[in-house]
Each structure stands twice: as C-alpha cells, then as structure tokens.
C-alpha cells in the first residue's frame, strides 16, 4: 500500500541570474526574458560557446548556500529550537570547492553547523538530480515518520572545469539560446542556482504551508551513459510513481515543467515520457523548461525548478517557455510559448533527468 502522508512545504528560497529571491525567480520566468550573457567570471577564451547564466552579486558558494537555508528557516517560522530538530540534505557538485569554503562532504557538516541544523546530514552529488533525489527522500522520510521536518538546499555557480567539460562535449548551445522543445535547438546553456525548501509534516507545527509534495517517483533507464532512452521509459515510470503515491489522475496535472535542456535527444524522449506516462492527457497539458531562461544548474537545478513550480502554483500563472522558434514534430506537448497562462489546476510536476539515465518526477500541490 502507499503511504499519502502530505508534507508541507513551508519555506522557500533561491538565487539565480533572475535575482535573489523566490519571487523573482517567479517573476523572472513569467517575463520570459533569457539571462544568458557572456561570461566575466572566468576565461573562456578558446571555448566554442562564451555564454551563461551568471549572477553578478553572488558570494562563495558555502556563503549562500548559508544565507539561503536562514532565509527558508526564517520564512517558515523555524526558531532555534525548531532548527536544531531539523535535517539537513544537501545537494551540490562532487568536486572540491574551490572558492575557499569547505570541501564537499565537509560542506553538509559546516553547513548544518553554521545554520544550527542538529538533526541527521546527507550530501547528495548524482549529477542533475542531486536536488530533487533529496527531496524525495525527505518526502519519505516525513512520510515514515523517521523525522517531522527536513532542510533540502542545493546550490551550483558556473566554474570553469563543468563549463569546459559541457563544452568539449559539445553540449552548449552554439547560438548562445536554450530552446527547449523548439525546432532548431542546439543545446543547453549552464546558469547559476542556490536554492533551499523546508519540509515538514502536514500535521505538524500547524504553521500555514506554501504548497505540499503530493507525490514523487524515482527510475533508472540504463539505456546509455550519456543519452536517453528515446522512449523515455525511465521518466515514465518516476511520473507513474508520483501520479500513484499522490493518489491522482493523469488529467488532474495541470502544469509539467519540464527537464528540458534544449537538446534534441533528451527533449524529444521527454515528450515520448509524457505521452507514455499521461496518455492523451500528454497533448493537454500546458508545458514548458524555466532552464530557458535561468539556465541548468546541474546539481541544483531541481530544487530551483521546483521553488519556481511551488510560486507558479501560489500565484496562478505558468511560465514561458523562452527560445521558441517552432513546433518540432518529436514534442508533440502543448508548450506554452507565446504568454503566461493562467493555472487550471492545483497540481503539477517538476522533472529532472540525469547522464545514466536517472530520473525523477515531484508531483506538488497549491497551499
């Protein structure tokens, strides 16, 4: 049997080249106004793509990671008391920091310290959904009953080694645009993205949440190191997971903001997932990638996305899906391109995929 157990979100926060704030992460994806532009902090003399989605005011990486999880603690009301029962699960990049903080595991501990977080710690780094992993696991956690309430941040700022390795791979887009869904699309584009949630049970400390995790589902496609499977097999089957555990109908989502990084193959198995997954409901439902214009932040790029979800849902508008430049008959999903619309449903997934073929699908609900 699956457990429903809800779990509030009750904090949010997070920092991109959109700006500072959940808000403005909102408001910048509803403008549809990319962020990408050429990159200052670091050479990239010699590299086939110079662009990407940099914020001008960020400090190191373990500073705002900092200041992120107080400001979600702050917004959901948590006193001293309150975070020294919390957890903390932390997603962020395997390699060492090299902007002088700490280095990554130390990083979870200096970071539960730092921000007087005295229950379990756990560091995830399995690539781009490092993030959304770890909110599915403290979606777990509460829902066991292990703990009554989990810190999740995540953070990742464009550093020269990813950049050079997503470049040689040829993986940037070479027109220096995201077009996720888009004919014409020629790849992905990397950006800034600190974020951090506080989860807690529903039932809890009765203080009024911002939305709830409704469900989550979590698979392997092991089709190939690097591409996806075409029939995007795995992300059904984390779509199907969450849809089951939430306890709702294909028909009942109302908005899919999607992986979509703006490359072809990964983009067209995405839209073969949700045809999979949703059925005819797949040609319905309103679509579109925030990475157009905030850029993939890799290890953080879930629990960015799912902050942006959680204020699309608050506020009733959906975002932009940015770059468009035409229909490709391999997405055949109503993307939503030309204006926000206005949300027709509660509910709405969040999905993240990942070289190896992982996956994962958050399913959230309106407070």
């Not at 995007?232 to 199907?240: C, D, E, F, P, S």
């Not at 903001?257 to 040609?283: C, I, K, P, V, Y």
Request: proline share 6%.
């Amino acid at each position: 049997m699956v457990e429903r157990t809800p779990v509030a979100v009750t904090g949010v926060h997070a920092v991109s080249a959109l700006g500072r704030g959940a808000e403005a992460q909102l408001a910048g994806a509803l403008a549809g106004v990319p962020a990408f532009a050429p990159v200052r902090r670091f050479d990239v003399t010699g590299r086939r793509v110079g662009v990407a989605a940099t914020a001008g005011d960020v400090g190191p990486l373990a500073e705002e990671l900092a200041d992120a999880v107080d400001v979600a603690c702050r917004a959901a009301g948590l006193d001293r008391a309150g975070r020294r029962e919390s957890a903390l699960l932390l997603a962020t990049h395997g390699g060492p920091v090299t902007d002088g903080g700490p280095e990554v595991p130390a990083l979870g501990g200096w970071l539960a310290d730092r921000c007087g977080l005295g229950g379990r710690t756990r560091v995830y780094t399995s690539a781009c959904v490092s993030a959304s992993t770890a909110v599915a696991d403290a979606a777990t956690m509460i829902g066991r009953g292990d703990v009554t309430r989990v810190v999740v941040a995540a953070g990742y700022l464009v550093e020269p080694d990813q950049y050079a390795l997503f470049d040689a791979g040829r993986a940037l887009a070479t027109d220096g645009a995201a077009r996720p869904f888009s004919a014409g699309r020629t790849g992905l584009l990397l950006g800034d993205g600190v974020a951090a949630v506080v989860l807690e049970a529903a039932d809890g400390r009765g203080g009024e949440p911002v939305a709830t995790v409704r469900g989550w589902g979590r698979a392997g496609d092991a089709y190939h190191p690097c591409q996806p499977d075409p029939a995007g097999r795995g992300l059904a089957r984390a779509v199907t997971a969450a849809l089951r555990r939430a306890g709702l109908e294909p028909a009942d989502v109302g908005y899919v903001n999607a992986n979509a990084t703006g490359t072809g193959l990964s983009d067209a198995a995405e839209a073969a997932a949700l045809r999979a997954a949703l059925g005819e409901h797949a040609g319905r439902v309103p679509v579109s990638s925030t990475k157009a214009v905030h850029g993939h932040a890799l290890e953080a790029s879930g629990l960015l996305e799912l902050v942006v979800t959680v204020q699309a849902l608050r506020h009733g508008k959906l975002p932009v899906n940015a770059g468009w430049l035409g229909p490709d008959p391999a997405c055949p999903l109503d993307v939503i391109v030309d204006a926000p619309r206005p949300a027709g449903s509660p509910y709405a997934l969040s999905l993240n995929a990942a070289f190896g073929g992982a996956n994962t699908a958050l399913l959230v609900g309106a407070a």
